[in-house]
Each structure stands twice: as C-alpha cells, then as structure tokens.
C-alpha cells in the first residue's frame, strides 16, 4: 500500500479501497481522507470531552500567578507537557481551597484530551460512592477494569470528606491496579500526615499513600482563597456602584 491506502485502510473507507485501481490517481483522494480524519478527529474529542466531565474551567493562561504566596509556576507549566503520563507519573497538588488546584487540574486535563489520552475528571466522593454502591462482586471488578483503564484519572477534592474502611479499601485496590501503568492525578486540602483524618478508620492508609506517592510530583500551593478574593472585589465595585452621586 502506498500512503493514501493506508490512510483509507485506516479509516476503514473500505467501498473506496475495493475501488482503488480506479480513483488512486484522482485529484479529490488525498482532500477527502483529510476531510474524513479532521471530522473523525472532531467527533472523538468531542466524545472523549463528554466523557471525561472536566466541565467549564479558567484557562491556565488567566490564572493570576501573583496571588498565591506559594506556587511553582514552573513546574506547573512543565506538567502542561504531560511527560509525566509517560512513565505513570502521579501528581498531587496541595492546598487549602480555592486557591485554584482544581483549575490546574482542569486544564491538565484538557490537555491531555487534546493529546488523544482518556480523561475522567471526577471528585472522590462520587467515585468512591459509585465504587462502594454496586451490588456483587463481578459488577465491583467490572467498575474498577473501567476506573484502572483510564490513561489520566483526576481525583478531585480528596481530604474534603471523611470516608469510611471500605471506601479506603476501594481506593487502595484501584491504586494498586493503576500503579506504575497509569497515571493519577489528586487534589487535596490535607497534608499527607493528616490522610487518617480522611480514612479515620482504615488500616490500609500508610500502604495506600506509600502507593500513591512511591511515583509522583508534589507541588504545594498556598494563599488565600481566590474565590474570596473576587468575591471580595465584586462587594466592592458594587458598593461603588450604589453610592450616590453628589
């Protein structure tokens, strides 16, 4: 096959392959395989953005570097890369809230999308919900095949719930199934030390973090809440606003 067939055979066009001696010299060949992969291109991100529920988010180009008091733009920009997926890499990014974690994570995310990787953007709570609420055991592995599969699965708000032995237990057989094939991704508000208040009663924590963190990037935010911080500014021009004139 020379390039255009195997781009057609790529694309299963196979009513124009079986028709191949008569249009391989045509001049409209090589215009339709490129319109048929830019479409197919579309409709599979498209499908994959449905698929990984990473919502409406700020981009990583908005984000007021300036307002954390502790934030290492560097290597944030250096994930954007995502060479840290090539090696099953995990990546923990801690901080109180709003300071914009899940933002970082968000655009991650998308970019990973873009790059052609499977996505699921989810918080803890609803994963861990969804794991521990099925029903017999074959249903459970089925659940956590799906979980294990995805080639980027961002975890977001750990520490802000407090979870029970079995959901710990859950997050431990995921990790383990994921480790060292694909990568994670967590946000969190709690320092790895303060991990037992998450799973109070869970023997598996040490063992789960030691996982988790035997790979991985860290990057720490601090400040104050930006959220608060527009909110804050948006009181203000409205008091402006209502001022009377003299």
Same mark, same amino acid.
């Given at each position: 096959?020379?390039? @255009? +067939?195997?781009?057609?055979? *790529? &694309?299963? &066009? ?11 010299? $045509?001049?409209?060949?090589?215009? &339709? ?7 197919? %291109? ?23 570097? *300036? ?40 655009? @991650? ?5 873009? +790059? ?9 709570? =609803?994963?861990?919900?969804?794991? $521990?609420? @099925? ?25 802000? &719930? %407090? ?26 508000? =709690? ?15 040490? %063992? @789960?973090?030691? #996982? ?18 527009? %909110? #804050? ?6 008091? =402006? #606003? ?5």
């Amino acid at each position: 096959m020379n390039e @255009l +067939q195997q781009r057609a055979a *790529a &694309l299963r &066009l196979h009513g124009l392959l079986a028709h191949w001696p008569e249009i391989a010299h $045509a001049d409209w060949v090589p215009q &339709l395989l490129d319109w048929e992969e830019q479409e197919r %291109s579309r409709r599979s991100l498209e499908r994959r953005l449905s698929d990984a529920r990473v919502g409406r988010f700020k981009p990583l180009a908005d984000f007021d570097w *300036a307002w954390p008091t502790r934030c290492d733009r560097q290597a944030i920009e250096d994930l954007m890369s995502l060479s840290f997926m090539a090696d099953a890499t995990n990546v923990f990014l801690v901080g109180p809230n709003g300071i914009g974690k899940t933002m970082v994570a968000q655009n @991650l995310a998308y970019q990973a999308l873009l +790059q052609g990787h499977t996505v699921l953007f989810i918080t803890a709570g =609803k994963m861990l919900g969804d794991l $521990a609420a @099925l029903d017999g055991d074959s249903a459970l592995r089925r659940r956590l095949r799906q979980y294990a599969a995805i080639d980027l699965l961002c975890l977001d708000e750990v520490g802000y &719930l %407090s979870y029970s032995s079995r959901h710990a237990d859950l997050l431990f057989e995921l990790t383990n199934r994921r480790y060292e094939h694909k990568s994670t991704l967590i946000t969190t508000n =709690k320092s790895f030390q303060e991990w037992n208040e998450v799973f109070p009663n869970a023997a598996c924590t040490v %063992s @789960l973090i030691d #996982r988790l963190t035997h790979h991985s990037e860290l990057i720490v935010l601090e400040g104050e809440s930006y959220r608060v911080k527009e %909110s #804050r500014e948006r009181a203000q021009q409205q008091q =402006k #606003r209502r001022k009377p004139k003299t």
